[in-house]
């Protein structure tokens, strides 16, 4: 039995539509037991996305932005956060999509990317489904300052700093982005040798 035999959805509210999509859902949800559930829940809809990280091997570096994220502040934080690269798809597949979003945000122009996995980041409440991605990049590469788009009120500086530091910023809570934390742990893990790193993956 598939998911989609144990739901019946009841009715469907859409709460706003300014900037994204918010939803309120009333549904019956079929338990285990196999007993109906009447459930409501209020989804988000942004659309999907990708994220990238840029690494150069042979230098250990990594590149990652730095920009203000407002849902961030008014919870608490009181910084620019600190992420890789990334953006929605705009209907265009991943691929094409976070090579645009890498030179608009940082200037540079990746040659090869690799799709290392997707996945759900809030799935309590957001539909998005983001779709990682690393690639190798040479100082070269830098086509642009980039910078974000300043019509969409993005002001992002460029970080290029050390797979080391990067990881270091992770444990000290200098890194706290969910989909930057994922890349660097990749990266330690599959791309660094883990035996030379100074710092030890966050758990």
């Known amino acids: 039995m598939s998911i989609a035999d144990r ?33 409501s829940r209020e989804t988000y809809d942004r659309g999907n996305g990708a994220t990238i990280l840029l690494y150069d091997l042979a230098r250990r570096t990594v590149i990652l932005t730095r920009q203000f ?37 940082t200037g540079f122009r990746v040659r090869d990317v690799r799709q290392i996995f997707d996945a759900f980041m809030s799935p309590g409440s957001v539909t998005e489904r983001l779709h990682f991605f690393v690639g190798a990049y040479e100082p070269g590469d830098r086509a642009s300052q980039g910078g974000g788009n300043e019509d969409e009120g993005e002001d ?48």
């Open 156 to 203: 992002i500086a460029v970080i290029e700093t050390t797979i080391d530091d990067a990881l270091a910023m992770v444990a000290s809570g200098a890194i706290r982005d969910a989909k930057t934390i994922m890349l660097l742990q990749y990266a330690a893990l599959n791309i660094f040798s883990t035996s030379e790193l100074q710092t030890p993956v966050a758990a």
């Open 7 to 39: 739901i019946q959805v009841e009715n469907v509210t859409v709460l706003s539509d300014d900037w994204y999509v918010l939803k309120k859902t009333i549904f019956s949800f079929r338990r285990t037991d196999g007993s109906w559930q009447q459930q």
């Open 69 to 105: 994220r407002y849902p961030a502040f008014v919870n608490g934080h009181d910084d620019l956060l600190i992420e890789a690269p990334a953006g929605l798809l705009d209907n265009a597949e991943p691929e094409t999509r976070i090579r645009a979003e890498t030179e608009e945000e």
